[in-house]
Protein backbone atom coordinates (compact mmCIF):
# COMPACT_ATOMS: atom_id res chain seq x y z
CA UNK A 1 0.00 0.00 0.00
CA UNK A 2 1.54 3.65 -0.76
CA UNK A 3 0.20 5.66 2.37
CA UNK A 4 1.08 9.51 2.34
CA UNK A 5 0.89 10.71 5.72
CA UNK A 6 -0.79 7.57 7.27
CA UNK A 7 -3.88 7.84 5.11
CA UNK A 8 -4.79 5.79 2.44
CA UNK A 9 -7.30 5.31 -0.40
CA UNK A 10 -10.56 4.51 -1.18
CA UNK A 11 -9.44 1.82 -3.50
CA UNK A 12 -6.64 1.04 -1.45
CA UNK A 13 -9.08 0.42 1.84
CA UNK A 14 -11.32 -1.22 -0.48
CA UNK A 15 -9.00 -3.90 -1.06
CA UNK A 16 -7.98 -4.02 2.54
CA UNK A 17 -11.59 -4.78 3.67
CA UNK A 18 -12.67 -6.92 0.32
CA UNK A 19 -15.30 -4.60 -0.51
CA UNK A 20 -16.17 -2.31 -3.97
CA UNK A 21 -14.60 1.28 -3.75
CA UNK A 22 -17.82 2.53 -4.25
CA UNK A 23 -18.97 1.49 -1.28
CA UNK A 24 -16.02 2.55 0.59
CA UNK A 25 -17.18 6.36 -0.88
CA UNK A 26 -20.97 5.74 0.58
CA UNK A 27 -19.38 4.58 3.92
CA UNK A 28 -17.18 7.81 3.91
CA UNK A 29 -20.32 10.37 2.80
CA UNK A 30 -21.80 8.60 5.39
CA UNK A 31 -19.23 9.68 8.05
CA UNK A 32 -19.13 6.21 9.11
CA UNK A 33 -15.38 5.68 8.73
CA UNK A 34 -13.59 7.76 11.12
CA UNK A 35 -11.19 10.38 10.38
CA UNK A 36 -11.88 9.96 6.43
CA UNK A 37 -11.97 13.87 5.01
CA UNK A 38 -12.46 14.86 1.55
CA UNK A 39 -9.52 16.23 -0.18
CA UNK A 40 -10.70 18.63 -3.21
CA UNK A 41 -12.41 15.40 -5.16
CA UNK A 42 -11.08 12.08 -3.41
CA UNK A 43 -11.71 10.81 0.13
CA UNK A 44 -8.30 9.91 2.20
CA UNK A 45 -8.88 7.18 5.05
CA UNK A 46 -6.44 6.71 7.51
CA UNK A 47 -4.33 3.85 7.61
CA UNK A 48 -5.50 2.17 10.87
CA UNK A 49 -9.29 3.15 10.37
CA UNK A 50 -11.35 -0.09 10.66
CA UNK A 51 -14.53 -1.11 8.55
CA UNK A 52 -17.52 0.12 9.68
CA UNK A 53 -19.45 -3.03 10.98
CA UNK A 54 -23.27 -3.50 10.81
CA UNK A 55 -23.81 -2.47 14.77
CA UNK A 56 -22.70 0.64 13.61
CA UNK A 57 -24.82 1.38 11.35
CA UNK A 58 -27.23 0.42 13.82
CA UNK A 59 -26.20 2.67 15.68
CA UNK A 60 -25.68 5.71 12.90
CA UNK A 61 -29.06 4.99 12.46
CA UNK A 62 -30.68 5.30 16.19
CA UNK A 63 -28.69 8.28 16.49
CA UNK A 64 -29.82 9.88 13.58
CA UNK A 65 -33.28 9.09 14.32
CA UNK A 66 -33.38 10.82 17.42
CA UNK A 67 -31.92 14.32 15.30
Known amino acids: MSQVNG ?5 EAAEK ?4 PRQVQILCKENRIMGASRMSRIWIIPENAEKPTKDSITRTRKKNDKQ
Open 17 to 20: WGVT
Open 7 to 11: YITVQ
